[in-house]
Nanobody
Framework: QVQLVESGGGSVQAGGSLRVSCAAS??????WGWFRQAPGKEREGIAA????????YYGDSVKGRFTISLDNSKRTLYLQMNSLKPEDTAIYYC??????????????????WGRGTQVTVSS
């Protein structure tokens, strides 16, 4: 069974940067994703990557500002967030799936989830 623990969230001013991490234990992760949920909004898929490939996927709202990366040796997923905006304020979750999912930005594709880490961007 996979367990995921996010870290690295915090508060930053608009235009700043943060990096969040997701450490995994257990086995069975082929697809990794980052999602976020702001108060009163639906959960949004923002970035995804496959363990076996360098192909990455990004949501339109973060494309060009966020970078997803994976350190297989450490079983740790990262999300580097640059040029942060107040609308990036949300709880950020990582998730994994035991297969290569067809729609990596859809939350229904994922099996295991972390508890999330808060990111707050002030104007």
């Amino acid at each position: 069974q996979v367990q995921l623990v996010e870290s690295g969230g915090g508060s930053v001013q608009a235009g700043g940067s943060l990096r969040v991490s997701c450490a995994a234990s257990g086995f069975g992760y082929v697809t990794w994703g980052w999602f976020r949920q702001a108060p009163g909004k639906e959960r949004e898929g923002i970035a995804a990557i496959y363990t076996f490939a360098e192909t990455t996927y990004y949501g339109d709202s973060v494309k060009g500002r966020f970078t997803i990366s994976l350190d297989n040796s450490k079983r740790t997923l990262y999300l580097q967030m640059n040029s942060l905006k107040p609308e990036d304020t949300a709880i950020y979750y990582c998730a994994t799936a035991p297969v290569a999912v067809s729609y990596p930005l859809r939350d229904g594709e994922y099996k295991s989830w972390g508890r999330g880490t808060q990111v707050t961007v002030s104007s």
